[in-house]
């Protein structure tokens, strides 16, 4: 990736960090509401505070921000602007990005997958630490999100290692299997409409190799995974695929209650 100086986070990440939706738990489950927008962005809208003891206020949040986040100055750059932007609480949350990027440069990743871009933080934060010959393909249904990441993925000189697809992601992975690239991706990232999860699951797990990482955003959803409501397929799409998960042997994973949960899935 691109050597350039990585910064300490000093206390203004936290008024950043507390507008995009960012909650940690100590033992508490904390998460972001959303909402749907049709015709939008493949994700789903994070809104609102977190709900945890640690609150943006709370000098322990402040505490884990000056004390675990680094950040790039070009990734500063997109996230400030990300912040600008109407929706730009949908941004995937610092902390969990940075945890993102480690787990790809601690496997020696060189292939990526990324389902649902907004406006590309996590994408940059990954091909940051790829070789030069890595690559993420990032797949979104909307390119003028991303159009707001481009030149910063240029500017940090990682630009030719985002491919982005603009179309339904389902499309581009369907092409992937049939270009002949079953198991020769390293990791995924899956944080894209809900109801489509257990499929982007099912043909990421075919793309991933043995050892590889799946990353499932958003799996506690706002809590409401405790007693999913019957007219809520969001809901509902994401406790069935928590569920079969648990029981699923081609995998071990980790649940993690960062931001509105993450689960790992690494490939047996």
């Not at 990300?82 to 787990?103: F, K, Y």
């Not at 581009?172 to 499929?199: P, R």
């Amino acid at each position: 990736g691109s050597e350039m100086p990585l910064l300490s986070v000093p206390k203004e990440m936290a008024v950043g960090t507390a507008m995009l939706g960012i909650a940690f738990a100590t033992g508490v489950l904390a998460g972001k509401r959303r909402l749907a927008t049709p015709g939008t962005h493949t994700g789903t809208w994070k809104l609102g505070p977190p709900r945890s003891l640690i609150g943006k206020n709370s000098p322990l949040w402040q505490y884990i921000l000056d004390h675990s986040l680094r950040e790039h100055p070009i990734l500063k750059k997109l996230r400030l602007l990300t912040i600008e932007h109407p929706w730009g609480r949908m941004m995937v949350s610092c902390d969990q990005a940075q945890l993102m990027a480690n787990l790809v440069k601690l496997i020696k990743a060189k292939k990526v997958i990324e389902i649902g871009v907004f406006t590309g933080y996590n994408a940059l934060n990954m091909a940051l630490v790829l070789p030069d010959n890595g690559r993420v393909i990032a797949c979104d249904i909307n390119e003028d999100y991303a159009k707001i990441g481009k030149p910063l993925w240029k500017e940090a000189g990682v630009e030719h290692k985002i491919d982005l697809r603009i179309k339904p992601a389902i499309q581009t992975l369907d092409e992937l299997l049939a270009s002949g690239e079953a198991e020769t991706f390293d990791f995924a990232f899956i944080d894209a409409d809900k109801e489509s999860y257990n499929e982007y699951y099912e043909k990421c797990l075919r793309l991933i190799r043995k050892g590889g990482i799946i990353a499932i955003d958003n799996v506690l959803f706002s809590g409401k995974v405790l007693k999913p409501r019957k007219d809520d397929s969001a809901v509902q799409s994401i406790h069935r695929l928590n569920e079969k998960l648990l029981r699923d042997s081609r995998v071990s994973i980790s649940m993690l209650p960062m931001a509105d949960g993450v689960t790992l899935a690494f490939k047996l």
